[in-house]
């Protein structure tokens, strides 16, 4: 998808590929073994970044929220995944070519062959066609490929509605939609085989028996659920709260593709904040945040086929019902916030909600917080409310009490018809069925007890059906059972709380950040900006001293002493380079801040800041040059404030 930069260039993503290679963000894992797809490594700056993102999301988050950290193990037993559904539902459709044994994802086959349907039916009405590849290569082969058939204005209509709405299809309807249209092997034309279900997990046994069956797990989440009760604990047993965690977590992806953006071994992290169900879900901190737009995808707006959105402020959103309640609102916000300050671009930022059948069933509502990228549209954050579902199947599973209990500040006082039992009858009447009878008794509804109350009275015994036992039916005279309205007085209420799950995808943010930051500045030769803010750059500040002069030395080692001490990131180059090349280098690195030292320095201790996206410097001594950057990488100031206050230094041609 053709995207433009910060300053409305059109960007280039093999230019920035070749940087990322070249300056090691990142690199393909196990290269020169051929590599292995959807696997990455981060060389010294994407770490860096990674590190700054996740220190960011700490503070913006876990401490501004007041949230509880966890850090729960990635090898999960089956039995927990069993239970959560992940080993029956965690699935992708793939379809299979039975003659050269290639598989593809269902849905990204469709969309791949829509869209490339619809760029051919613009080469046919001669309109412009955008080609996603970063290799020139593959691009020109991309470009030969599209073949221009012009479609009926109805299909085009058709492909675009499907393609809005491409999440929403499961396996059944994509192998309909693949049969209607006629998708095949892009490659060979040959017909594939109907799409199946492909479990993500990656499956390992714990331990050298073997018959402890595990898998990697796939998301944070339910380690943080297990632990629930035991941070109800840790928080006094004061509702709501948050638990949180950061960790890697493994996808075994059918087509790993777009780089970092869908690898099978990633790094999240995931809230889940615990909320009572009752009372509207409200956020006590809504208020603050009421008035923040947020440019809005809906459901119904991509059931019609179309991609428009709406700024919307969140309070209204959540009074209309657009967004179902305060909590998940709140935290919308508060992604939206996060995103900003890390230096997302707002314009490239969008919430989409999920139509019906992408939810989860039990899900009240989700939202995904989307980047454009020049791959389009991705989904970076999600955020749903998964209502009370895991912490029921937990409990349910294993007993364990994963709920609250609260004491009541006015005792409830319920009306009900109550079962009384003649256990001294009871027993020796049904003997072994004895327990399943009476388990039957328990369990009957209200509505039955009265029913039956009515039978008791009027015939003086009962029947009641029990499963398990001869017939299937048992009869109780009123000697054995008797029925009661009587008044209960509860002074505890007992619930299972609903979960609100925001949850981050670092690379996926890591690299739309990336994009979002570059840029290129014109020169003799154009040359890669990227313009993190500085508390997001991988590196705060480079040292150079202006020639290899032994005086500059000390000089240079005391300052990356002090901002060492100030916790400012700092590199030296001193290299033969010009310091033009030196710092172009480094902007290509994304450094914030470049301070040089030259003959000045040594005669006056004064040094020169220079910043890296208006290339302006300013001049002053060593105290104030180092509490300038400190309030830069803190946030506190920003370079217009120092530029204002402290004198310009005009030798640009030091650039
Ligand atoms: N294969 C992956 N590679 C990188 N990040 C991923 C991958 N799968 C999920 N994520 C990240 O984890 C976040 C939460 O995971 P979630 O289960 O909601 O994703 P998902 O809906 O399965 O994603 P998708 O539909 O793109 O596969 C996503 O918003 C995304 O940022």
Avoid at 260 to 287: C, Q
Avoid at 347 to 367: G, S
Avoid at 553 to 558: D, E
Wanted: glycine share 6%; aromatic share 8%; hydrophobic share 35%.
């Amino acid at each position: 998808m053709a995207t433009t930069t910060r300053t409305g260039q059109p960007f280039d993503r093999a230019a920035l590929e070749s940087l990322m290679r070249r300056r090691m963000f990142y690199t393909p894992s196990f290269e020169i073994y051929g590599g292995v797809s959807g696997l990455y490594d981060y060389g010294p700056p994407g770490c860096a970044l990674q590190a700054n993102i996740i220190d960011i999301w700490r503070k913006h988050f876990v401490l501004e929220e007041d949230m509880m950290e966890v850090d729960c193990t990635m090898l999960t037993p089956h039995e927990v995944l069993k239970t959560s559904g992940h080993v029956d539902k965690f699935a992708d459709w793939m379809c299979k070519d039975p003659k050269t044994g290639e598989i593809f994802r269902a849905d990204h086959l469709v969309e791949e062959v829509l869209e490339s349907r619809l760029k051919g039916d613009k080469e046919a009405r001669g309109q412009k066609v955008d080609v996603d590849e970063e290799d020139p290569k593959k691009k020109k082969k991309k470009v030969k490929e599209i073949k221009a058939v012009k479609l009926d204005d109805s299909v085009v209509h058709e492909y675009e509605e499907i393609l809005a709405k491409i999440d929403n299809y499961n396996g059944e309807e994509l192998g309909l939609l693949m049969t209607k249209y006629d998708i095949k092997n892009p490659a060979t034309g040959g017909a594939l085989l109907p799409p199946v279900a492909f479990n993500l997990m990656f499956q390992t046994s714990i331990g050298p028996s073997s018959n402890l069956p595990g898998y990697l797990r796939p998301e944070t989440a339910q380690g943080q659920f297990l632990n629930f009760q035991k941070m109800l604990e840790f928080n006094q047993q004061s509702m709501p709260f948050a638990s949180a965690s950061i960790g890697k977590s493994f996808r075994n992806e059918i087509s790993p593709r777009s780089g970092l953006l869908r690898v099978r071994e990633f790094t999240m992290a995931e809230i889940e904040h615990y909320v009572d169900p009752e009372g509207g879900k409200k956020h006590p901190r809504f208020e603050e945040v009421k008035n923040v737009s947020l440019s809005l995808l809906n459901r119904e707006t991509q059931l019609a086929g179309k991609t428009d959105v709406e700024a919307v402020p969140i309070g209204k959103a959540v009074e209309t019902k657009l967004v179902d309640n305060e909590t998940l609102g709140y935290f919308l916000v508060r992604i939206q916030q996060f995103l900003i300050k890390l230096g997302v671009d707002e314009k490239k930022l969008r919430f989409r909600q999920h139509m019906a059948n992408e939810m989860a069933h039990y899900a009240a509502d989700c939202w995904d917080a989307e980047l454009l990228t020049s791959y389009g549209w991705i989904e970076c954050v999600g955020c749903a409310d998964r209502s009370a579902y895991d912490l029921t199947v937990h409990a349910k599973k294993t007993g364990a009490p994963l709920c609250v209990r609260e004491t009541r500040k006015e005792p409830l006082r319920i009306e009900e018809w109550q079962i009384d039992l003649d256990k001294k009858k009871f027993g020796p009447k049904f003997k072994k069925d004895g327990k399943t009878v009476e388990a039957a008794i328990e369990a009957l509804t209200q509505d039955m007890r009265e029913k039956l109350f009515l039978d008791l009275k009027n015939d003086g015994k009962i029947t009641v059906d029990v499963e398990g036992v001869a017939n299937g039916k048992v009869e109780l005279e009123k000697a054995i059972i008797n029925i009661e309205k009587r008044t209960r007085v509860e002074n505890v209420r007992e619930y299972t709380p609903n979960v609100i799950e925001p949850s981050f995808g670092i690379g996926r943010i890591l690299y739309s950040l990336i994009e979002h930051s570059y840029w290129t500045r014109e020169g003799d030769e154009a040359r890669g900006v990227i313009s993190f803010p500085p508390m997001v750059a991988p590196t705060k500040v480079l040292l150079v001293p202006l020639s290899g002069v032994s005086d500059f030395k000390p000089l240079i080692k005391r300052m990356s002493h002090r901002l060492r001490a100030l916790g400012v990131s700092n590199r030296v180059d001193d290299s033969s380079a010009s310091i033009g090349k030196r710092y172009a280098r480094n902007d290509e690195l994304g450094t914030a801040f470049g301070i040089t030292v030259d003959f000045q320095s040594v005669k006056d201790n004064t040094f020169t800041l220079r910043d890296r996206d208006s290339t302006k410097q300013v001049r002053a001594s060593e105290d104030e040059i180092c509490a300038a950057v400190q309030s830069l990488v803190d946030g506190t100031e920003t370079w217009a404030d120092i530029a204002g206050r402290l004198p310009k230094f005009e030798q640009q041609e030091l650039e």
